[in-house]
């Protein structure tokens, strides 16, 4: 394989900061600097054929995803995963795209669960004409993705999104792209174990239950999507 800095720079695509930090990060949760010393910034250029400013605003991005830390006398060190920053996009990225694992799809569904349903019964209450209108335009793409109009995956995520956005809770909105992440992987999953993509049905009943302004019909439907991807996962882990 070459080690020629100009095949190292093309790898990492036009962005080199992004791509070099795409890599460090997806190397460090996959253990690869498990037995080893984190590299120097000067180390790091050297390796990748970029410049220390390069080099060092990667550095510093994964700093503040909680991969790294600086410390006097030991250098930049990687920090144990209890400390990543697991609501960052990219390191919930990087883990699930470690390996495929049925417990951290179970960890991440126990999360929708805690937020999801919630963010429906407030989309029922509180949602503007804008929100309901995003939401019903998500699963209007979700009907659409059946005939092969449009993407099944995106689809799903963006109804899902939208009544994250549509609860009006910041904090809730704050989800969205984490959400969106995590459920590439667990949709995937959860298409290939039911051998069809997502329930329209089920989706439908959320969106009439909001557009209803019915709280409690709306987080029990969302529930009830959340609920029959954890029996998936429950019965994949143990056959």
Same mark, same amino acid.
Not at 12 to 35: F, M, P, Q, S
Not at 115 to 134: C, Q, R, S, W, Y
């Given at each position: 394989?070459?080690? @020629?800095?100009?095949?190292?720079?093309?790898s990492?695509?036009?962005?080199?900061?992004?791509?070099?930090?795409?890599?460090?990060?997806?190397?460090?949760?996959?253990?690869?600097?498990? %037995?080893?010393?984190?590299?120097? %910034?000067?180390?790091?250029?050297?390796?990748?054929?970029?410049?220390?400013?390069?080099?060092?605003?990667?550095?510093?991005?994964?700093?503040?995803?909680? +991969? +790294?830390?600086a410390?006097?006398?030991?250098?930049?060190?990687?920090?144990?995963?209890?400390?990543w920053? +697991?609501?960052d996009?990219?390191?919930?990225?990087?883990?699930?795209?470690?390996?495929?694992?049925?417990?951290?799809?179970? %960890?991440?569904?126990? /999360?929708?669960?805690?937020?999801?349903?919630?963010?429906?019964?407030? !989309?029922?209450?509180?949602?503007?004409?804008?929100? /309901?209108?995003?939401?019903?335009?998500?699963?209007?793409?979700?009907?659409?993705?059946?005939?092969?109009?449009?993407?099944?995956?995106?689809?799903?995520?963006?109804?899902?999104?939208?009544? /994250?956005?549509?609860?009006?809770?910041?904090?809730?909105?704050?989800?969205?792209?984490?959400?969106?992440?995590?459920l590439?992987?667990?949709?995937?999953?959860?298409?290939?174990?039911?051998?069809?993509?997502?329930?329209?049905? !089920?989706?439908?009943?959320? +969106?009439?239950?909001? %557009?209803?302004? @019915?709280?409690?019909?709306?987080?029990?439907?969302?529930?009830?999507?959340?609920?029959?991807?954890?029996? /998936?996962?429950?019965?994949?882990?143990?056959?």
């Open positions: 394989m070459s080690t @020629d800095p100009s095949d190292i720079r093309i990492l695509g036009r962005n080199l900061t992004y791509g070099l930090l795409d890599h460090l990060g997806k190397t460090i949760v996959t253990g690869g600097y498990a %037995e080893k010393a984190f590299p120097t %910034e000067a180390e790091l250029s050297k390796q990748h054929g970029v410049s220390r400013s390069v080099t060092r605003e990667a550095v510093k991005m994964l700093t503040t995803k909680g +991969l +790294l830390s410390r006097p006398r030991q250098g930049t060190i990687v920090q144990p995963d209890s400390d920053n +697991l609501f996009p990219d390191v919930l990225r990087w883990l699930l795209d470690r390996k495929f694992s049925i417990k951290l799809l179970r %960890e991440f569904n126990q /999360l929708r669960v805690a937020i999801e349903p919630a963010a429906a019964a407030l !989309a029922a209450t509180f949602a503007d004409k804008n929100g /309901l209108a995003l939401i019903r335009a998500g699963f209007d793409r979700m009907r659409v993705a059946e005939t092969g109009d449009d993407d099944t995956l995106e689809a799903d995520i963006a109804f899902h999104v939208a009544i /994250l956005r549509a609860s009006t809770n910041p904090f809730f909105a704050q989800f969205c792209d984490v959400v969106a992440t995590a590439r992987t667990s949709i995937r999953f959860t298409n290939r174990i039911q051998g069809r993509t997502a329930d329209l049905a !089920a989706h439908e009943a959320v +969106l009439f239950a909001i %557009e209803a302004r @019915d709280p409690e019909a709306s987080r029990t439907a969302m529930l009830r999507i959340i609920d029959d991807v954890m029996d /998936l996962i429950v019965r994949s882990s143990t056959d």
